[in-house]
């Protein structure tokens, strides 16, 4: 079975961080933003137009040069990868409201972002990762894509660890508009614990002769 595309992806893609964060961050003054990923300049744009509202500062990095995307004295752009940590953090300020991610959408590179920039984050701030649902890219999908499926549910399941192992540092949430996205807010400001994995029970052998004896009671 071939899985459509929603009649009104273009519309949602474009506006699904809005749509997702919009009320968490709308009465934030002078709000500090640390865009990681600019491409298109969509997230960036929803940004500027809440720094510029708000009296705030949004600063994005990239390793492709957007730097002539915005002429916005509410915006610096830096021109880097995002793991490049010593010359970024060198460059920007010590606490942010917000801190949004979508960069390379592979589980492990996530997690280094992740652990190496959360502790900037301001306490009841958010932390945003692009790119978590694997969805779209399942086999026969409009999106069908090996490595994006898989590793987008990498990411889910790591952020679910990650969860788990500090429910009283952070909430998460998720929505799967599109490729979906993950809303981590910093409830404590103790230090993360470093993720742990929590073996799932669907791969388990009860689960699997579970499997089989209902194929047999149907057959």
């Not at 744009?45 to 492709?64: T, W």
């Not at 991610?101 to 692009?130: C, P, R, S, W």
């Not at 399942?138 to 499926?149: H, I, P, T, V």
């Amino acid at each position: 079975m071939k899985i459509e595309k929603p009649y009104n992806h273009s519309e949602i893609s474009k506006n699904k961080v809005s749509n997702f964060i919009y009320e968490d961050i709308k009465n934030i003054k002078n709000p500090q933003i640390l865009e990681f990923g600019v491409r298109k300049g969509h997230s960036t744009k929803f940004f500027l137009d809440l720094c510029k509202k708000n009296n705030g500062k949004c600063i994005s990095v990239d390793m492709d040069d957007y730097s002539n995307l915005f002429n916005d004295e509410n915006w610096t752009f830096i021109h880097s990868k995002d793991d490049n940590f010593s010359f970024i953090k060198n460059q920007i300020p010590k606490q942010f409201d917000i801190i949004f991610l979508d960069t390379l959408h592979e589980a492990q590179h996530v997690e280094k972002i992740f652990y190496n920039y959360f502790d900037m984050l301001k306490k009841d701030g958010l932390f945003i990762i692009d790119d978590i649902s694997w969805v779209p890219y399942l086999k026969n999908s409009w999106r069908d894509n090996f490595m994006a499926e898989t590793e987008n549910r990498k990411t889910f399941e790591l952020l679910i660890d990650i969860f788990l192992t500090n429910q009283s540092n952070i909430a998460l949430d998720f929505t799967f508009a599109t490729s979906g996205l993950a809303k981590i807010k910093k409830i404590s400001s103790e230090t993360l614990n470093k993720k742990k994995h929590i073996q799932s029970r669907i791969y388990s052998l009860k689960n699997f002769l579970k499997q089989i004896k209902r194929k047999i009671i149907k057959n």
